[in-house]
C-alpha cells in the first residue's frame, strides 16, 4: 500500500546497532540507539547496553568501544527486543547501511515471535549517495565531517543514530520539500522490507537453509555445489563464516577448504547460485 503522506508529517525511527561481529547469524547486538522524529524534532530516544551471550574480541571492541566489562551487567536481548519493538511502532525506520542492521533485528524478532512491522525501511547511505555530491565516500563518519554535524561518539548506538537521521533530513531537503512518502521510497530505488530478511522464510525457500545456519551458528563444516566460481557444479567443502542479507540477494562468506586446509581468504557464496548445500 503506497504511503502518500508528506515526509515532514511522517514519524521516523533513526536506529543504530552495536553488535559483536559482522553477521546477524552466529554475532550479537551488544547495543540499540534509536530517536523518534515528528513534527520537525526529536520527540523520544531509546538506548541500552545489550550483554551479548559471547566474549566479544579485542578486534570488535575496537571498532565501537563498547568493553565485556561495560555489558557485562546489561540486560540481554530478550528483556529489551519487545520494548525496542514497541519504541518502532508506526514509524518509517531508516539506519546507515539498513540491511546490516535489519538482519540483526529481523532474527530477533522472529526469535522473540515479534510482528515485523509493515513500514518499508529507509538507508541514509543509499540516500546520500543519491543526494550528496563531492564527498569522499557515503561512510557515516564522513558524512558527519562534509555536513558539519555534531557526531558525538563514532560507532555508538545514540551518537550515531543522531547523525543517521540528520543525514536523512539533509538528503530529504535537497530534494522537492513536497516530495511524499512513496516518491521518497520510489527514489531509493532499493526495496528494503523485513520480509527479505526472514531467516524463517530463508529456511522454508531453500532446502538447503537450515543447513547453512546451523553451520554457521555451530561452526560446522559444510559441503556445497556452486554453479559459478572456478569449481561450477562440484561439491566444495566450505568452513562458513556468516551469512550477509543483502537486497541484491544474500551470499554466505566462507572459508573453502582444500584437502582439508582453509584458504587464507574468505569467498561469497550467492545464495541464487548455490545448488545444493549439506552439514559434515
Not at 557485562?72 to 520494548?83: G, L
Not at 547501511?97 to 543509499?126: M, N, Q, T, Y
Not at 572459508?255 to 557464496?269: A, C, I, L, M, Q
Request: some cysteine; aromatic content about 10%.
Amino acid at each position: 500500500m503506497e504511503n502518500t503522506q508528506y515526509w515532514k508529517e511522517t514519524t521516523f525511527v533513526a536506529f543504530d546497532l552495536e553488535t559483536s561481529g559482522a553477521y546477524p547469524i552466529g554475532d550479537h547486538i551488544c547495543e540499540i540507539g534509536a530517536v523518534k522524529w515528528q513534527n520537525g524534532k526529536i520527540i523520544d530516544e531509546f538506548q541500552t547496553l545489550i550483554k551479548p551471550p559471547v566474549i566479544m574480541s579485542d578486534f570488535i571492541i575496537g571498532i565501537h568501544n563498547i568493553t565485556n566489562e561495560m555489558v557485562a551487567n546489561a540486560p540481554s536481548i530478550s528483556d529489551k527486543i519487545k520494548d525496542f519493538h514497541s519504541f518502532i511502532q508506526g514509524a518509517y525506520l531508516v539506519a546507515h547501511h539498513s540491511p546490516f542492521d535489519l538482519g540483526f533485528l529481523a532474527l530477533e524478532f522472529e526469535r522473540h515471535k515479534l510482528p515485523f512491522p509493515r513500514e518499508k525501511v529507509f538507508c541514509s547511505s543509499v540516500m546520500s549517495i543519491k543526494a550528496i555530491k563531492g564527498v569522499e565516500n557515503h561512510k557515516l563518519q564522513t558524512l558527519i565531517q562534509f555536513l558539519k554535524i555534531d557526531g558525538g561518539q563514532a560507532h555508538r548506538g545514540m551518537d550515531d543514530a543522531k547523525a543517521c537521521l540528520e543525514v536523512l533530513l539533509h538528503c530529504f531537503r535537497s530534494f522537492d520539500p513536497e516530495k511524499n512518502i512513496q516518491q521518497l521510497l520510489d527514489y531509493q530505488k532499493i526495496n528494503i522490507q523485513w520480509s527479505n530478511f526472514s531467516i524463517d522464510t530463508l529456511i522454508k525457500k531453500h532446502s538447503y537453509g537450515a543447513d547453512i545456519v546451523t553451520a554457521i551458528e555451530e561452526r560446522k563444516d559444510l559441503e556445497l555445489i556452486y554453479s559459478g566460481g572456478s569449481k561450477p557444479g562440484k561439491p566444495r567443502v566450505l568452513c562458513p563464516i556468516g551469512l550477509v542479507r543483502n537486497p541484491n540477494g544474500d551470499f554466505l562468506v566462507a572459508f573453502e577448504k582444500n584437502d582439508g586446509v582453509k584458504s587464507e581468504k574468505t569467498k561469497r557464496y550467492y545464495l541464487n547460485r548455490v545448488k545444493d548445500a549439506a552439514l559434515i
